[in-house]
């Protein structure tokens, strides 16, 4: 696959088949997702498909999905849910995943050594594009390590003070839904150049890649 189809294309997938995904492609993903940069300081990475542990994680991921909008999605959301706007369309996605989080196939847990996670990050975006590549899609969340990283980590045995901090999960899936171009501002609307104002030099009114 052409990278920049693969930079381009690999937009939030949250509704996902529950078909499994191959151990060959899976190896692929993650061999991919630790060739990113990194200076060495140190970095876990847990695949999970158990049913039993997706299904204690998929209230986390719930109950975190509340607390971060204040309430019950399908109350605070009942009037967008219903219009075909892209607030409706996004929110429909999100709901979905919600809902559905303890059948997506495969989920990708990272762990590092530092509280930012710079070092894991680069190697998570490694692996959703190495999916892309697979025909998987993916979508980092972050709701259970903002709200119950604890709770994930006796989950999943992580060894106690040992300096390890839960940075990101990804799901993955084969897609119920069609690759494509993401719409963005433009990138003149959002970048600047030596200074908040600055101007940048050049616009960019349609996407550069093309399928």
Do not use: C
Request: hydrophobic share 45%; charged share 20%; proline share 7%.
């Amino acid at each position: 696959m052409d990278i920049y189809e693969a930079l381009y294309t690999t937009r939030a997938m949250r509704r996902l088949k529950p078909d499994p995904i191959p151990y060959e492609a899976q190896a692929r993903v993650l061999d991919a997702a630790i060739r990113a940069p990194h200076i060495g300081e140190g970095w876990r990475f847990i695949l999970v498909d158990d049913p039993e542990i997706k299904s204690q994680l998929a209230p986390l991921y719930r109950q975190g999905f509340e607390r971060m909008i204040g309430g019950r999605p399908e109350e605070l959301f009942a009037e967008v849910i219903q219009t075909d706007t892209q607030m409706g369309k996004t929110v429909r996605s999100g709901l979905h995943l919600v809902n559905h989080f303890a059948e997506v196939p495969l989920l990708l847990m990272g762990f590092g050594r530092t509280r930012d996670g710079a070092g894991v990050y680069p190697a998570l975006w490694n692996a959703m594009l190495a999916a892309r590549a697979e025909g998987i899609g993916s979508t980092l969340t972050g709701f259970l390590q903002s709200y119950f990283a604890s709770e994930v980590m006796e989950i999943l045995r992580v060894p106690k003070d040992a300096g390890w901090y839960l940075h990101g999960v990804v799901v993955m899936g084969y897609p119920t839904g069609r690759w494509g171009v993401a719409a963005r501002k433009p990138v003149h609307e959002v970048a600047a150049r030596n200074s908040w104002e600055g101007d940048l030099g050049f616009t960019v009114p349609e996407p550069l890649w093309q399928k």
